[in-house]
């Protein structure tokens, strides 16, 4: 029996591509995500190989740290997958095999339009002795649970899709319903700004977080577009939300200047939902951004309702050619310039016969820097209702940062210009 | 002393923000990935958070298995940066104030412009007794090597682009001065193709693999951009070039048709080398991929010396009203039909005056299909020298994976046109 305390969960990735450095653990950290949020924070993580020994070293380490510990990768049906023999010898258990699971394996390759099973995937229907086992919808390895000593250990496949699948429709609830009472999950909320650097952010918020209820966490997130803020707090009352809302109250007039959305939504998803409530439609006009603005739109299915095109006016010709802007213009005020920043925003609105529009233009680099305009330099413009708003900046960083900066600083524009924020 | 035998490594990665899953540890697969290279193969991987005795569990159990151990992360000048005292506590060394760091932190700091340094900071200062210190001179946190008994300590910055450097520039040398004995680097070649599945392209290596001279290993690395092959063989008798290159007679002949470059490079790369040699420049015109071919082109510096531009014409009208795609023809052949990516391709080109285009449209899903233009469909052409190719697949997978498979598509068609390989 498991006394009522807070339980602790640890991952062991398996797989020689991982410990090669040529896959990167993403399964690791959205296991880890899932189980802090479910309440089982998460003591460690373990990368290993394809070795039964290093295998049930992991197992054995991480068991002396946690009380739930996921294993995923090593189930597949080759001579390299060896997750599934090496946990039954540590756990003293026999493989047995299964013959609902070698039922579902002549199944599946029946339904795929095979004549025969490969007699690989047999070792795929072998279970630990007294092992659950779980379903798994999308692949031929099932997710195997093994309870030992108060102890669980929950063998997931690898392959990011089934163990996803397997883990929201399975563990999770094998979780939820074992461990309720010792479960803590903790709530967070996130609030998503644009063109304030960290440390102001940050000087902004001091004298303010002291009005936080205890036992709430502020992080700063700082990444390419933008610094997100995420406060949290263990529900271990049920009074979570309130102090959360609490804590929203403090925060929100402090960074409403910088704020355009909360939790995991892209700018492009409030400028979507903006822009289509206002049935209204958008064009850009791109030169060192390249087609990122447009790429960024289009991400987001359903775009094609608000979203006219882009021009990709990547050299002076094509301003001037399909644009139409005056040379003498680009050689006076320069390329890098607010007035074609200006420009590149309202002829390409106009001529895709849009309501609004972005034009942005600037040095990403390395090369092609000057004193006069410096690498990282961005003018950009938003344009909507006969009336244009023209910016300029120069943005840190090398040629990929000051493109995904500058391409979210123009859509951040965009977003006061429709929320009526700009002068 | 350490034997004349092989060496093993392993790597800590230190951080909350990994153990809630907010971060992913890319860290941890780039250092496994460049030690591998250097010939000290990776044992082990580790994750933990900011907490001195779970670092000095991790790093204890890490030199069990491993005689070089890297560190990354908790080197910060914060409260919650651990791993300095941490690893001096557990080789019982003191924390002493290193005076050439001290004075770098005040010129760094008086460079920034300004007037005091943060007495936070002074920690960075602070070094295990004996430490070789490494300079860091993209921050504030100097890396650090503490030699124990044979065994090896490396503490680097969490902040990649910083621990990236370090690597490069001081760790990789000293690893190779003091262990060059013990170093097996493994070899490798990277064939990149595009255009055939996994499955088939392994049904076409079947019977020629057995050519491959021994000790050499053959992966399939399939990705949304197309299945890479790589060849490694570890250099243990200074032959393994040679080995590589009687692989690589085999296998050429059996994927060129689908090859397109070696090694850890882009397409679009492959694309600028031809174009700058043939003098010559390229426009394209976007439908389903909405700038995403525009902003892949662009990704590269010096883009602007053979790109153009591109038209994103998301919607029918901007198709008509910019690059002047009778609507009749919409109608008749549909807006995804080889007829319109014929349009796109040959009226960018001429829109912009290059001298070749490659025009797209399609269905990126998740919605928009039907029985006739399934989600997945897309048709594209690549236009030049006054001809056309067109082509017309359906790909599969979610809205992304349609969107990156159909531009890896139509760049691979461009570059085989440039490379005379179209009919």
Chains 1, 2 share one sequence.
Request: overall charge negative.
């Amino acid at each position: 029996m498991i006394e009522s305390r807070v339980m602790n969960s640890a991952v062991v990735a398996v797989g020689n591509e991982l410990l090669i450095g040529k896959t990167v653990d993403t399964n690791g950290s959205w296991l880890s995500e899932k189980l802090t949020d479910l309440g089982v924070p998460v003591a460690g993580r373990w990368v290993t190989g394809d070795h039964p020994g290093s295998i049930q070293d992991c197992i054995k380490d991480a068991l002396e740290k946690a009380d739930i510990v996921i294993v995923t990768g090593g189930l597949g049906p080759t001579s390299d997958d060896l997750t599934r023999p090496a946990v039954a010898d540590l756990f003293h258990r026999k493989l047995i095999e299964d013959p609902a699971l070698v039922q579902g394996l002549y199944d599946r390759f029946s339904t795929m339009g095979y004549n025969s099973l490969p007699q690989r995937n047999l070792v795929q229907a072998k279970v630990p002795e007294g092992a659950i086992v779980i379903d798994n919808k999308e692949g031929t390895a099932p997710g195997l649970i093994i309870e030992d000593a108060g102890r669980v250990v929950i063998l997931l496949p690898g392959v990011p899709r089934e163990m996803k699948m397997i883990f929201d429709l399975e563990v999770k609830e094998y979780i939820n319903s074992q461990f309720r009472s010792h479960l803590i999950p903790t709530l967070e909320r996130t609030f998503n700004t644009s063109g304030i650097p960290e440390s102001l952010l940050a000087e902004e918020m001091a004298g303010h977080t002291d009005k936080f209820p205890p036992d709430v966490s502020l992080a700063f997130l700082p990444g390419l577009q933008g610094v997100s803020l995420r406060i949290t707090t263990p529900d271990t009352d049920g009074k979570g939300l309130v102090r959360l809302g609490l804590c929203e109250e403090v925060l929100m007039p402090v960074i409403a200047p910088h704020f355009y959305s909360m939790g995991a939504t892209d700018i492009v998803d409030t400028l979507a939902s903006l822009l289509l409530s206002a049935k209204k439609n958008l064009a850009v006009g791109e030169s060192c951004t390249g087609g990122l603005i447009s790429k960024r739109i289009t991400d987001r299915p359903g775009s094609s309702r608000y979203f006219r095109g882009g021009i990709i006016a990547y050299d002076i010709e094509t301003k001037s050619s399909v644009l139409g802007i005056d040379k003498q213009i680009i050689a006076t005020k320069g390329v890098v310039s607010q007035e074609v920043a200006s420009l590149l925003a309202e002829r390409s609105t106009r001529l895709m016969n849009a309501d609004f529009g972005i034009g942005i233009t600037g040095v990403a680099g390395p090369g092609g820097g000057s004193s006069d305009v410096p690498v990282g330099k961005v003018c950009y413009a938003v344009f909507g209702d006969g009336r244009v708003h023209t910016f300029q900046k120069v943005f840190g960083g090398n040629r990929q940062a000051v493109r995904t900066r500058a391409a979210q600083a123009a859509l951040f524009s965009f977003f006061q210009m429709l929320t009526n924020k700009l002068d």
